[in-house]
């Protein structure tokens, strides 16, 4: 069954519009959110380790590995999770059940929420590791550009993911309103059944049988033989 317009799409198996679709805000945040994630994770894979005259290397946030890792770990998650729901995005118009397509804002919804609590974390974390790591242990001057590049794009990160879930929530509403509206609704309360019309004097106009048998005629040919009519008075 198609739904025009449930959840912030449009009717199912309506062809693929591209240049409305790039146009949409949970589009463009979605490409940021993705390009952000992975400036934060290549920045630290490539420089956010440093050796200190040995082939052990050290993570740049005071040496804190956990630091390193929690903001590889997002970033990449973060990375791919972008790519799945642009992915759900695009197919999200040709799916045509409403259940589906309410269980597919959901869990963008709940995603986008979960996302923004993370890099919220690791921006926090990070910026608490750098503001304790001291030159003199560590040559900053090797991946300070790196580690400065990490937290900011996590504070990036955290408003896209916001803005994203704000999206969700707003598709999420305006689905529920349009539900309210679809043929399935329709059909578990069907119309009463009109009464029936008046003519112009205001009387119930009663319908004739236009099928009615004519009235049985008597001829000549369906008389049997002999038999004679009686004389009318």
């Known amino acids: 069954m198609d739904e025009a317009g449930s959840f912030g799409a449009g009717r199912a198996g309506s062809a693929f519009d591209l240049i409305a679709f790039i146009k949409q805000p949970q589009t463009v945040l979605r490409v940021l959110a ?13 420089e956010g380790y440093v050796n200190m005259g040995s082939e052990r ?29 642009l992915a759900m995005d695009v197919y999200f118009p ?65 408003l896209t993911w916001a803005g994203l879930t704000v999206c969700a929530v707003q598709r999420f509403l305006l689905g529920t309103d349009m ?25 119930t106009t009663i319908l004739v049988n236009a099928y009615q048998s004519p009235p049985l005629i008597e001829t000549v040919e369906t008389c049997p033989p002999g038999y004679k009519i009686p004389p009318a008075f």
């Open 34 to 46: 993705w390009i952000f994630s992975m400036v934060v994770f290549a920045s630290i894979i490539n």
């Open 57 to 85: 290397l050290h993570c740049v946030f005071n040496k804190n590995a956990d630091a390193c890792n929690y903001g590889i770990t997002i970033g990449i998650v973060a990375f791919l999770a972008c790519v799945f729901f």
């Open 94 to 158: 040709q799916i045509s059940s409403v259940k589906n397509r309410k269980r597919a804002v959901l869990l963008e919804m709940v995603c986008s929420g979960f996302w923004t609590f993370l890099w919220f974390v690791g921006f926090c974390f990070l910026a608490n590791q750098w503001s304790h790591t001291s030159p003199k242990e560590l040559p900053l001057e090797q991946a300070s550009d790196a580690a400065r590049a990490a937290i900011a794009f996590s504070f990036f990160s955290i």
């Open 179 to 203: 539900t309210l509206f679809t043929t399935e609704h329709m059909a578990a309360h069907p119309p009463k059944q009109p009464y029936p019309s008046n003519d112009v004097i205001g009387q």
